[in-house]
């Protein structure tokens, strides 16, 4: 149960767009359309933004979009806020039917 | 409105219980699967267990298996994790999260851990 890879940091300037990766493999995001994305500020519980891939749950900007391709899904944020500014997390199911948590990215807005 | 609430958490000593609970409401309890998340002082999130809505199955990280167990109460609209034999290592924020998929009409996703608790502090130290 490795935890998924993702960039420690990334960072943009207000208006911008960014992307993070979440690599793992076959077992886990490459073998399921079930990787999911979550927001965290410090001090706060995490909040998703994905789920399935590419669904927003209702309530989530549509600055936020996400895709996969083989065993690499990718969170792309655009149009940058200073908001923005937190924590994200993936997550993929397993095929040792548990689930799998990115060691996490930190976006900073310039 | 749909809540989770734990509590639970506190000081204990290497190789001792702890027993953590996640009041919900504001939702059917029983519809839905439900997952412990942790989170180390400073680090990410680390998964640590499942359980579905009619506590049928129990699915453990590497990590816990065997020391912890999951568990809830429909009747309470509760679930809990009784942790045993404590490590340091097991020092974190624990947050209770509701799987996204519901099980009586077959809407949303097990992917979605989409509502969370505001997580209870579990510090092991002697």
């Known amino acids: 149960q490795s935890a998924l890879t993702q960039p420690a940091s990334v960072s943009g300037s207000p208006g911008q767009s960014i992307t993070i990766s979440c690599t793992g493999t076959?077992?886990?995001?490459?073998?399921?359309?079930?990787v999911s994305w979550y927001q965290q500020h410090p001090g706060k519980a995490p909040k998703l933004l994905i789920y399935d891939v590419t669904k927003r749950p209702s309530g989530v900007s549509n600055r936020f979009s996400a895709s996969k391709s083989g065993n690499t899904a990718s969170l792309t944020i655009s149009g940058l806020q200073a908001e923005d500014e937190a924590d994200y997390y993936c997550s993929s199911y397993t095929s040792s039917s548990t689930w799998v948590f990115g060691g996490g990215t930190k976006l900073t807005v310039l | 409105q749909v809540q989770l609430v734990e509590s639970g958490g506190g000081v204990v000593q290497p190789g001792g219980s702890l027993r953590l609970s996640c009041a919900a409401s504001g939702f059917t309890f029983t519809t839905y699967g439900m997952h412990w998340v942790r989170q180390a002082p400073g680090k990410g999130l680390e998964w640590v267990a499942f359980?579905?809505?009619?506590?049928?199955?129990?699915y453990y990280a590497d990590s816990v298996k065997g020391r912890f167990t999951i568990s809830r109460d429909n009747s309470k609209n509760t679930l809990y994790l009784q942790m045993n034999s404590l490590r340091a290592e097991d020092t974190a924020v624990y947050y209770c999260a509701r799987s996204g998929r519901n099980y009586y009409d077959r809407s949303g996703s097990d992917s979605a851990f989409d509502i969370w608790g505001q997580g209870t502090m579990v510090t092991v130290s002697s």
């Open positions: 359980i579905r809505y009619d506590g049928s199955n129990k």
């Open positions: 076959s077992s886990d995001v490459g073998g399921y359309n079930y």
